[in-house]
């Protein structure tokens, strides 16, 4: 799976956008972008994913660059309960066997600032 | 509908014993992974069962064991405790397709190990 580099820490007024991004530079074509956040002493959530066009859910929007070397992760009216460890993940596909694994990084830890 | 769930939450061990840990995955899903979280190296994976099967494993000692009985439930097992095991023990469930499906991991709230 290849590498990804998140800034360690970030910063967010509750009820603005936050916009957290993802290097994934040596990502290759068959390479999911995933994220999953983990609040304190929680497993970690789901968010959302994508493979190379933009995603949206409940809970937030996926940006992924043309090139897909790059995400962003949108949360878009963040809120103290959005407090947590952000993790960008790219997890490969294999088509006849499946690919559980998730390989985490350190994350960015997101505080949201009343 | 219900969540993964993990038992023990929390657990204290006394370093050379052993301890097997339980995770019952969501309803319907075939895979079950482990992971183990420490302040030091963070999130690992440990190893993924999927239809009895261990599928996929990460770098760790033969200490660490597993299974998963037909219904999906898994367990982890860990011999010869040491202190370096103390950890957030997480367990993931997800449906684990294969030929093109590609799924999400619903993760349990984990077991805490205390080794002394």
């Known amino acids: 799976d290849a590498k990804t580099t998140q800034p360690p820490s970030m910063d967010c007024a509750e009820g603005r956008a936050a916009n957290l991004p993802c290097n994934h530079s040596?990502?290759?074509?068959?390479?999911?972008v995933y994220w999953y956040r983990q609040i304190h002493s929680q497993g970690p959530q789901y968010i959302i994913h994508?493979?190379?066009n933009n995603e949206t859910n409940e809970m937030a929007s996926l940006i992924i660059t043309e090139d897909r070397k790059s995400s962003t992760l949108i949360l878009p009216h963040a809120t103290l309960r959005d407090t947590a460890v952000y993790y960008c993940?790219?997890?490969?596909?294999?088509?006849?066997?499946?690919?559980?694994?998730?390989?985490f990084g350190t994350g960015t830890r997101l505080t949201i600032i009343p | 509908k219900a969540g993964v769930t993990q038992t023990p939450r929390y657990l204290i061990k006394t370093r050379g014993q052993q301890v097997t840990l339980s995770c019952s995955p969501i309803?319907?899903?075939?895979?079950v992974s482990w992971y183990q979280q420490t302040p030091g190296q963070g999130l690992q994976f440990l190893f993924e069962?999927?239809?009895?099967?261990?599928?996929n494993k990460g770098n760790f000692p033969g200490r660490f064991s597993g299974r998963q009985f037909s219904n999906s439930r898994s367990e982890m097992n860990v011999s010869t405790l040491e202190l370096g095991d103390s950890a957030l023990y997480l367990c993931?469930?997800?449906?684990?397709?294969?030929?093109?499906?590609?799924?999400?991991?619903?993760f349990g709230q984990g077991t805490r190990l205390t080794v002394v």
């Open positions: 993931a469930s997800s449906l684990g397709g294969t030929g093109g499906m590609n799924t999400e991991a619903f």
């Open positions: 040596t990502i290759s074509g068959n390479e999911y």
């Open positions: 994508g493979l190379k």
């Open positions: 993940i790219a997890r490969s596909w294999e088509s006849n066997f499946g690919n559980e694994k998730l390989t």
């Open positions: 309803s319907g899903h075939r895979s």
């Open positions: 069962y999927f239809s009895e099967t261990q599928r």
